[in-house]
């Protein structure tokens, strides 16, 4: 059983661009999380999503950033218009649903911003 | 508002001495709890998790950790470190939701 998949694992991009970073999440998992690691620093909760739906966004900043989860297909983590700020590692984790579960990361996307 | 505390932000060891961790929580009930390590650039693996009955949870390679509900801790233990120990260790906890994490510490192992 694979882990969880994240890709890219290294992104470049430059002021200004789109930055989109994919999470396949364990088979059978239908929950999805988010976080974002700045570099010295521990991982901040951004969102957390199951299939087709938003569960909790409380961690994303208010504008620039989007993420989704289809019914098909990877989560999606979307930056537009990147800034310097925006540089840091982005993990994905993911869980089935019930009580007394587990996240498990994905090896993080790691963006850089010029 | 949920918090963890790691307060120890580099710890040194040398190599076949103990080690423990500190991680201390605020949560308004017991809160799943959980140690993960990570290495340089690379993802976090889960090392041992706290969800109800037994304080004293046995993790991988070695390690444990005791939840200690009268001083809201969670610290993590190895009783003998190697050198591949040598990592950066995060404590976290949380429901079912979201897990919050603390800034983590830094194990550097000696010779």
């Known amino acids: 059983n694979a882990g969880v998949m994240q890709n890219p694992r290294h992104l470049v991009r430059r002021r200004g661009q789109e930055a989109r970073l994919r999470c396949s999440p364990m088979?059978?998992?239908?929950?999805v999380y988010w976080y974002r690691q700045l570099p010295e620093e521990g991982l901040k909760f951004m969102v957390y999503?199951?299939?087709?739906?938003?569960?909790?966004e409380s961690g994303m900043p208010k504008e620039r950033f989007s993420a989704e989860f289809p019914k098909e297909g990877p989560s999606i983590l979307r930056i537009q218009q990147v800034v310097r700020g925006d540089s840091a590692a982005y993990f994905c984790a993911s869980a089935t649903s019930g009580r007394e579960v587990e996240q498990f990361f994905g090896p993080g996307t790691r963006l850089t911003v010029l | 508002a949920q918090s963890v505390t790691q307060p120890d932000i580099h710890i040194t060891v040398s190599e076949g001495a103990s080690l423990e961790l500190r991680c201390n929580y605020s949560y308004g009930a017991t809160p799943y709890l959980f140690w993960y390590v990570q290495s340089p650039g690379q993802g976090l693996q889960l090392l041992l998790k706290y969800f109800s009955g037994d304080t004293l949870v046995q993790g991988i390679k070695g390690f444990e950790a005791e939840f200690k509900r009268s001083q809201s801790s969670f610290n993590l233990r190895k009783p003998s470190v190697h050198w591949s120990d040598a990592a950066e260790y995060f404590c976290?906890?949380?429901?079912?939701?979201?897990?919050?994490f603390g800034t983590g510490t830094r194990l550097t192992i000696i010779p």
């Open positions: 999503l199951q299939k087709e739906n938003i569960i909790d």
């Open positions: 088979k059978g998992h239908s929950h």
């Open positions: 976290a906890g949380g429901g079912n939701e979201k897990l919050t």
